[in-house]
């Protein structure tokens, strides 16, 4: 891979991290705070439902770190090791944590009665985002182990080839 496209890609993880940083500390407590400010009755959700969205937001960073060390593998051309496993682990792992927690928030969406201060649509838009996130966080999930599994033939593969020559 070209040091520029490398270069381009950190740049876009620092971003990334930064931002989500400023969501962990700033955003989703101030809009939980808001909500509660503007629906009381919210207030017994408001640090559950916040602390969900911080570990869903520290999941990503997770996944973002890993990318990060596996582009300084792929730099190094060190991309087919056994090292390169243990990254690819920990976005595997992170995304099903991430995934679990978007579950339980699913479930328990479906299944309160939580107030609303209108129609009851913001609860049903909730649940339809979270269980949109628990679908592509599984999908997610599955195409990585599949690439695991790739990148685990082609580390074979270039294990046997090194033996030959």
Request: net charge negative.
């Amino acid at each position: 891979m070209h040091s520029f496209i490398i270069t381009a890609l950190r740049i876009g993880i620092i971003g990334a991290i930064a931002a989500g940083l400023f969501g962990q500390i700033v955003v989703i407590p101030t809009t939980a705070a808001d909500e509660v400010e503007l629906f009381p009755p919210y207030a017994p959700l408001a640090v559950p439902y916040a602390t969900a969205a911080i570990i869903g937001v520290a999941c990503v960073q997770v996944v973002l770190l890993a990318a990060w060390m596996l582009l300084a593998m792929v730099r190094r051309d060190a991309i087919f090791s056994s090292q390169a496993f243990r990254w690819v682990d920990a976005i595997i792992g992170a995304t099903l944590l991430a995934t679990l927690v978007a579950a339980g928030v699913a479930g328990h969406l479906a299944v309160a009665e939580i107030p609303s201060p209108d129609d009851g649509m913001a609860v049903v838009g909730a649940l339809g985002a979270a269980t949109a996130c628990v679908g592509v966080g599984a999908s997610f999930a599955m195409v990585v182990v599949i690439l695991r599994n790739l990148l685990h033939k082609a580390t074979e593969m270039k294990t046997e080839i090194a033996g030959v020559i």
